[in-house]
């Protein structure tokens, strides 16, 4: 099976294409209950508590563009999280998260990055490009 390189990578949120992305992290995640009674030697665990995934998106400011826009502290939106573009049989992630902060860094001699974490609010999809 081919490595996907991760240049063709891109975001959507709420619909709108998020100009200058430079990364995007995702983390799902399935926690356990612990079972492990007190005396035993071996820790078990049961599965079964729901699952989470949250992430973040790093961009270059763009100013006005839209999906940028999309992504403000506290905003609720369907994000779509492309690992190797959206071209016809490709795999994506889609879901609805609230965006949990933004984050703007900039230097003196440097563009300006955004940064944008979210949590998911329900479950989240992988699905092909159709």
């Not at 071209?87 to 609805?96: A, F, H, I, N, Q």
Request: glycine share 12%; aromatic share 6%; charged share 20%.
């Amino acid at each position: 099976m081919p490595l996907i390189h991760g240049n063709k990578g891109s975001v959507t949120a709420g619909g709108e294409d998020v100009a200058k992305v430079q990364s995007f992290n995702l983390s799902i995640e399935a926690p356990i209950s612990d079972a492990t009674a007190m005396g035993e030697d071996w820790e078990t665990h049961l599965p079964g508590a729901p699952k989470r995934w949250s992430g973040s998106i790093t961009a270059k400011r763009v100013k006005g563009d839209a999906g940028q826009a999309e992504l403000s502290a506290g905003a609720s939106v369907v994000l779509h999280l492309y690992d190797n573009g959206a071209e016809v049989g490709e795999t994506y992630y889609s879901g609805t998260a609230t965006v949990t902060s933004m984050q703007h860094a900039q230097g003196r001699s440097e563009t300006i990055d955004m940064t944008f974490e979210f949590t998911g609010n329900g479950p989240l999809a992988e699905e092909e490009v159709p």
